[in-house]
């Protein structure tokens, strides 16, 4: 079993559509939680950092994470063409130097 | 600001040849990163630097070998690849562990090939 699951995709939507992209991880000892977008041939555009639970909003984008169900999210609202990219989650911990363990990715289309 | 540069944006370099890979970040972060991406693939971890110095080295060949001359700069330097290694190569800079707020920042990227 991998330490992050995330489903690859592809994901395809409407343009204007609610987009819930999620992981799953294993290890509880994760206390920080991350959304990359990565267009192709480009590196990975941070979007969201949260530490250990709850939500957090920033314009389109909402980050959610339960620690107790070890399932972290992402929405987004109002999708746009150009957020067609592969959607990274990521998480890491102080006891582990903060590496980074990421998910596989998703693949997210928006249709317009 | 935001923004680890990295270059070149491109390499193709042959097997016999010696190259280098730069980064730059002047976010004040004194944890830097190496990773390497293969197509439809996450970053894997290559190297992590804490203050300057070599902390984590994930198993990787003797062929790649890091180095950070400063605070704001890494390189990695590239002899005798094989085609295999082609693929792109992400530094990212973050706050060190135990800081607050300490998400990692990669740069674009070098797409590098080997002939």
């Known amino acids: 079993q991998k330490e992050v699951e995330q489903d690859p995709g592809p994901l395809s939507v409407p343009e204007g559509a609610i987009v819930s992209l999620n992981c799953t991880y294993s290890?509880?000892?994760?206390?920080?939680f991350m959304w990359y977008r990565q267009y192709s041939r480009k590196g990975p555009e941070l979007l969201m950092y949260?530490?250990?639970?709850g939500n957090k909003e920033d314009g389109r984008f909402t980050a959610q994470v339960d620690k107790s169900s070890k399932y972290i999210s992402l929405f987004i609202r109002d999708s746009q063409p150009s957020d067609s990219a592969t959607y990274l989650c990521a998480m890491s911990a102080v006891q582990y130097g903060n590496k980074l363990v990421f998910g596989a990715g998703t693949i997210l289309r928006v249709k317009s | 600001d935001t923004e680890v540069t990295q270059t070149p944006k491109h390499l193709v370099m042959g097997m016999t040849n010696k190259k280098s890979l730069k980064c730059e970040q002047h976010?004040?972060?004194?944890?830097m990163y190496w990773y390497k991406q293969k197509a439809k693939k996450p970053p894997e971890l290559m190297f992590v630097?804490?203050?300057?110095?070599?902390?984590i080295n994930e198993s990787v060949p003797s062929r790649f070998s890091p180095e950070c001359p400063n605070s704001s700069l890494l390189n990695l330097h590239l002899h005798a690849l094989q085609p295999e290694d082609s693929a792109l190569y992400l530094c990212a800079s973050s706050r060190l562990p135990g800081q607050s707020n300490t998400e990692a920042f990669f740069g674009q990227g070098t797409r590098l090939t080997v002939v």
């Open positions: 290890n509880s000892a994760f206390q920080y």
């Open positions: 976010m004040g972060h004194r944890a």
């Open positions: 630097y804490s203050y300057e110095k070599l902390s």
């Open positions: 949260t530490y250990s639970s």
